[in-house]
């Protein structure tokens, strides 16, 4: 296991509708990125939040926000969803910034969008 | 822009055979090199990687081959197993950018 949960594991929502993903990252574990993996495709980078700032972002919309809180835990989401954001959405949280060799994945949600 | 592109996109090795993936990246700034291996409902594990300093790294069966002329790397498998059979990406990173991942590879292992 690798100390990164996130809830829930599954997900079924309507369009238009906004969704909240939760993840709780390892104890110590000050930056945690989010990606996006959509069906038979590689996990594609959404953003990174390093000391509850965001600290990088990939080619995402606004409507893709994200929160970092001092007990290691994060939230994504996701406003006005479309029928596209159907994904497994992987937290990974790592020791510090820069550290990508200690980089540790949950098991993912998996959205529905209907 | 991919800029990590992997082959093949699905491969079938019988058990005890070498399974090899193989990776190509454009970013020159890329200094990190993962693999990693992912089983159905889970999140992606690292298995094993380079950074562009060595040709070769073994761990196990598993070795990685770097040329950083060719900006390929790949994935060797040796003496397969079915509980190998998963799906692997290869990823890069450079400073403190993010991880970039291929699209995949889903190898399955004949028994």
């Known amino acids: 296991e690798t100390g990164v949960t996130q809830s829930p594991t599954h997900l079924i929502k309507t369009r238009g509708q906004q969704v909240t993903l939760r993840c709780s990252s390892q104890s110590g574990h000050n930056t945690v990125s989010w990606y996006q993996q959509a069906l038979g495709q590689g996990p594609q980078f959404i953003f990174q939040y390093y000391r509850e700032e965001e600290n990088g972002r990939g080619n995402f919309p606004p409507r893709f926000s994200g929160l970092q809180f001092p007990n290691y835990s994060s939230e994504l989401n996701v406003n006005a969803l479309e029928l596209d954001d159907s994904a497994l959405y992987l937290c990974?949280?790592?020791?510090?910034?820069?550290?990508?060799?200690?980089?540790?994945f949950g098991s993912g949600t998996q959205l529905s969008v209907l | 822009q991919q800029q990590v592109k992997q082959s093949p996109q699905s491969l079938i090795v019988q058990k005890g055979g070498i399974s090899i993936i193989n990776c190509a990246y454009e970013?020159?700034?890329?200094?990190?090199f993962p693999w990693y291996q992912q089983f159905p409902g889970k999140g992606p594990a690292l298995l094993i990687a380079?950074?562009?300093?060595?040709s070769e790294k073994k761990e196990g069966r598993f070795t990685i081959s770097f040329n950083k002329s060719a900006k390929q790397f790949s994935l060797h498998i040796m003496d397969s197993q079915p509980g190998d059979s998963a799906t692997y990406f290869c990823?890069?990173?450079?400073?403190?950018?993010?991880?970039?991942f291929g699209k995949g590879t889903m190898l399955l292992v004949s028994p």
């Open positions: 990823a890069a990173s450079g400073g403190y950018s993010t991880l970039t």
């Open positions: 970013n020159t700034a890329f200094d990190y």
């Open positions: 380079i950074r562009p300093d060595v």
């Open positions: 990974a949280s790592s020791l510090e910034l820069g550290r990508e060799e200690k980089l540790f």
